[in-house]
């Protein structure tokens, strides 16, 4: 970018842009060092703790929870991630993941993002009559004040990619989808706007509620905090 860091906003956050930008679909791929990362499934094969020490993940009647390695079409196992697979008509209660941060304090503020990757990984054609999978990504503080936004009020979560590069008849020995990770970012300030008890600065969970969708399938990975002096610089 020449240096004009006034732009960086647009790739922290393609929602922020998203009034500028023509009426598309868009893949978001940010990451920076200024990010504190949270959890990122390739530390230990104890599922229920994060990257950063003290913190526990936990899943609630989700129909599938683990970590494995991403089947990719050219390259497989290089990226791990949690599945999470859930189906609203088996279970009364909302199925939820959520991500219980160390009690130890942290340096959140209303211009804190919430950052994390995510992918759909179920097989099904891109289809104008088809909903894109939605779900709410919802944050608390150490008082138990709650606020939830739209997974959709960021970016629109996109199926598989596929593409038949290979020849036949090789085609039948390589998957030809593979899932699409995407880096949300959601500002507490905007979570805060939905709720103005909740207090940013308190952060204490970070929750992902399939509450839009009745059912699906997802990859979930790199959950993170990043620090305002980023957001600083760039507005």
Do not use: C, H
Not at 79 to 90: I, K, M, N
Not at 146 to 172: H, Y
Not at 175 to 188: G, H, R, S, V, Y
């Amino acid at each position: 970018m020449k240096q004009k860091t006034k732009y960086r906003r647009i790739f922290q956050d393609i929602g922020y842009a998203k009034d500028w930008l023509p009426d598309t679909m868009y893949i978001s791929d940010y990451w920076d060092g200024n990010t504190m990362m949270v959890a990122n499934f390739d530390e230990d094969i104890d599922f229920s703790t994060t990257t950063l020490k003290g913190g526990r993940l936990v899943g609630k009647t989700l129909k599938e929870w683990r970590e494995e390695k991403v089947k990719m079409k050219y390259v497989g196992g290089l990226y791990r991630a949690v599945r999470l697979d859930w189906d609203r008509a088996t279970t009364k209660e909302l199925p939820s993941y959520a991500v219980i941060l160390s009690d130890n304090e942290m340096a959140t503020e209303e211009r804190s993002f919430i950052v994390f990757s995510m992918a759909d990984r179920e097989e099904k054609k891109l289809d104008a009559k088809r909903s894109p999978l939605d779900l709410s990504a919802q944050v608390e503080d150490r008082s138990g004040n709650i606020a939830s936004l739209p997974l959709s009020s960021v970016a629109v979560l996109l199926p598989m990619l596929e593409g038949d590069i290979v020849k036949w008849p090789f085609t039948s020995l390589l998957p030809t989808k593979e899932p699409i990770f995407q880096n949300f970012a959601f500002q507490l300030a905007d979570f805060k706007m939905a709720n103005l008890a909740f207090q940013p600065e308190n952060l204490s969970q970070v929750r992902f509620i399939f509450d839009k969708t009745k059912k699906g399938s997802i990859y979930l990975s790199d959950i993170g905090i990043r620090e305002n002096s980023v957001i600083s610089e760039a507005n």
